[in-house]
């Protein structure tokens, strides 16, 4: 309901959004601030909380995708008659790290055909299995400066509770503080099953005490297409937890740098998904650029057959208007809790508070935003309200999309009310 709302609203639309599945004949490189995700799909076990697309680790497969995933950057990276610019390359999964001795062959064909600049981020995703002094070592001498450790959880009973693979978190932490990265994230979970306040505190503070410089604190949600073994926590329960991280946050000398998510003080961001523009290679990677968002097919197999004959596969692409565009950016600047003036218009040559006068002129009076300078700050109300909006959109549009392209990697549409 509220989704449809919205979009009435803010898109002024009354039919779906719709992914349809076709061949992009050209991609539109020549944008600002250009990111890279690369998808590595392969896990050592499949978690039954985790909705991300992955498949069971198969060595006979390393060598087919390794071949495919480089022959998707050679080809993309042809609609650009230079060497194209980037400022970050983000690996995630599935647990990249299980293909840690391949590392350093994906990223030279990355530099083989984007400018690489020497302050720009590597950041990779790490199962705590794959954190051992000699994976952190390697990852180092690669360049990678930032690490995001999918710890959820430094409990027993509470990684039980997601049927999650046990481990030494605690660890692994102290191991990447001593090899020394300027960014460590830490991924945790709050209102798993099971979890009280005092639980939520305590990961907190062994996060933010033994090596983390940002904590991104997801709610636990329940995905249609996943094996989790409990139902999440109620809603008043996950306000009560927000509150929690909140105030330990201030306590540790820390402050809230986006809806979930909290860092030290002047320390440098870890984010994949925030960028203005990006673009994704692997299975089930989504590509953002001008006027479209796109998604790679979920299926390894599918994906590998196609490039190994040198095709690019057919992928799901929602084309924008220039609204919807702004809408989505709008969307992430808000989860940031900044609505930068400036940076918009810099971005796409508009007034923001033209298009949307309406809008946010009733976020200020409702006391969801308030101006300040050349930005519009959110307050800890509106955070709250887009923690809600964050869920909703998440059941609706994301874990719509990601069944059905689970279940049916070439359907011809996926439409999202």
Known sequence: ????????????????????????????????????????????????????????????????????????????????????PITGIYFGGGSPALLINRLEEILNEIYSHFHFPIDGDRAIEL???????????????????????????????LLINLDRSLSDNLSCLNLARKIGFSVIDVDLLFAIPGQTEKDLIKDFETAALHGATQISTYPFISFSYTKSKYPPLKEKHKKAMIRVLLRQSRQLGWERTSIWTFAQKRSRRYSSITRENFLGFGPSAATLLKDYFSVNPFSVTGYCERLLEKTLPPVFIMDFNQRTRTLYWLFWSIYNLKIDLKAYYQLFNQDLEQMFAIELFIAQRAGLIKKVGNSYLVSEKGAYYFHLVEQKYTHQYIDKTWRIAREKPWTKEIKLY
Do not use: W
């Open 127 to 157: 199962h705590p299995h794959d954190v051992s002094e000699n994976n952190l070592k390697i990852l180092k001498d690669l360049g990678f400066n930032m690490l995001s450790v999918g710890v959820q959880s430094f409990q027993t009973h």
């Open 1 to 84: 309901m509220i989704t449809n709302i919205l979009r009435l609203f803010l898109a002024r639309q009354l039919t779906p959004f719709i992914f349809n599945l076709k061949q992009r004949q050209k991609l539109d490189l020549d944008v600002k601030n250009l990111g890279l995700y690369v998808h590595i799909p392969f896990c050592r076990k499949i978690c039954g909380f985790c909705p991300y697309y992955k498949i069971p680790y198969e060595k006979n497969l390393v060598d087919s995708f390794v071949t495919a995933l480089k022959t998707e950057i050679e080809l993309k990276s042809r609609y650009y008659s230079n060497r194209i």
